[in-house]
């Protein structure tokens, strides 16, 4: 069998599992290639249908083309979408773009780490655990309404692969969290051949990593194989430059790169010309520790 057919099968797999054991289950998609691998993962799990809702926390800050295609899936697909917001931080202006032009030293100041905090770590724990408003995707009008549905979900399918960032290497297909979300790396279950823990204390908040053994390369491949459309800003538009990892705008940068389709992505990568340079390295709000120390406190 070939190696995307075992990788395709085992995360099946682990997306069904999930489904059966957890009643309360939703699905983050952050509209980058991974996340988007696992939607379309999940749509061949189910025949077509997905059986939970997605959710996306909206920054404010992706660029637009990303909200567009979201949207535009979302309609396409017949999804349960569901959008989260840090809304008082937004209107308050405590993120990084709002505040970069004050001096150093001054107290309202944010950083890029801080922004993260607020914007995604925060919205995701409070948009997960049902304390602040959802909003849902209207299939009929287009339009996002205030979700009346304020339970928790408990089962989080994440789109996280070992080899994309150091601390993700440290998770298990099932990576139980504590009751405020946080994330105890020495405190994982063992998890031998395909031998997984799914039976876990009714309530604890579980996140469920079905791309765990993907690669960036095993990921674009998967795209050429399923012609699974993708977002153009991670390709050249004639400027030298793409983007390899998708965030938000004041905190991302492009690659040197001049591939302007799949095929010379997986190139690129094949030539061993990025083997030495981070996937994430145009995250700018990643830092030394910064990405896991979010990561423990709750952030995907």
Known sequence: ????DQLEQQSVYILRESFRHFERLCMLWSIGK??????????????????FPLVHIDTSYKIPEMIAYRDRLSMEYKLTMIVGQ??????????????????????????????????????????????????????????????????PYHGVIVGARADEEG???????????DKNSLWD?????????????????PGTHVRIHPLLDWTELHIWEYIKREKIPTVSLYYDQGNGTRYRSLGCAPCQSPIKSTAKNVDEII???????????????????????????????GYM
């Open 267 to 297: 190139a690129e990568l094949k030539s061993g010309k990025l083997k030495n340079i981070a996937e994430r390295s145009g995250r700018l709000q990643d830092g030394k520790h910064g990405l896991e120390e979010l990561r423990r406190e």
């Open 1 to 4: 069998m070939e190696l995307l």
């Open 167 to 177: 601390s993700r290497s440290k998770e298990r297909y099932f990576s139980p969290r």
């Open 34 to 51: 991974d996340s988007t691998v696992l939607l379309w993962l999940a749509r061949k799990a189910f025949f077509g249908h997905v059986p």
């Open 86 to 151: 840090n809304v008082k931080a937004l209107e308050f202006g405590k993120t990084f773009p709002a505040t970069q032009a004050l001096p150093e030293g001054d107290p309202n100041k944010i950083s890029r780490v801080e922004c993260c905090g607020l914007l995604k770590k925060d919205a995701l724990a409070n948009t997960l655990n049902g304390t602040w408003p959802r909003k849902k995707l209207n299939l009929k009008t287009g339009q996002y309404e205030i979700d009346p549905d304020k339970q």
């Open 185 to 201: 790396i020495g405190d994982q279950p063992p998890e031998f051949w395909n031998q997984f823990k799914t039976d876990f204390a």
